[in-house]
């Protein structure tokens, strides 16, 4: 079993990203929204609480994933494009959920990376368990 030193950086990162958008959810929603739970049925509040609740959905598993990757002897390259695809497709979701309506390029692009990472760190942990 290898040392986890590469995923706790990404999981710091990751970390500032979903205090943004917390912070957001209770500036735009709480605040000016006047909203105490939910979105208020107020659309403009929905994709606000959404890419909050999509980032909590999908990253704790996944860091989870990649750091029992990393400490299963996947290699350093593999754990940076993994951690840097999942922040890089964490900050583009909420943008193109709050940007436009419907489908959105980086909505489409950050989802993609989200998924690839999901698929890519399960496979290297079922290879490091398997082989």
Do not use: C
């Amino acid at each position: 079993m290898e040392n986890v030193t590469i995923t706790p950086m990404y999981a710091g990162m990751l970390g500032i990203i979903l205090l943004v958008l917390s912070i957001r959810v209770v500036a735009v929603v709480r605040a000016k929204g006047n909203v105490g739970y939910g979105d208020g049925g107020n659309p403009d509040f929905t994709t606000v609480v959404r890419g909050q609740g999509n980032f909590v959905e999908y990253v704790p598993l996944i860091v989870i994933l990649i750091g029992m990757a990393e400490a299963g002897g996947t290699s350093s390259t593999w754990v940076h494009a993994m951690g840097g695809a999942l922040v890089v497709g964490r900050i583009l979701h909420p943008i193109g959920l709050t940007n436009t309506p419907g489908i959105n390029p980086f909505r489409f692009v950050g989802t993609n990376l989200t998924w690839i990472t999901l698929l890519a760190s399960s496979i290297f942990v079922l290879l490091n368990t398997l082989g």
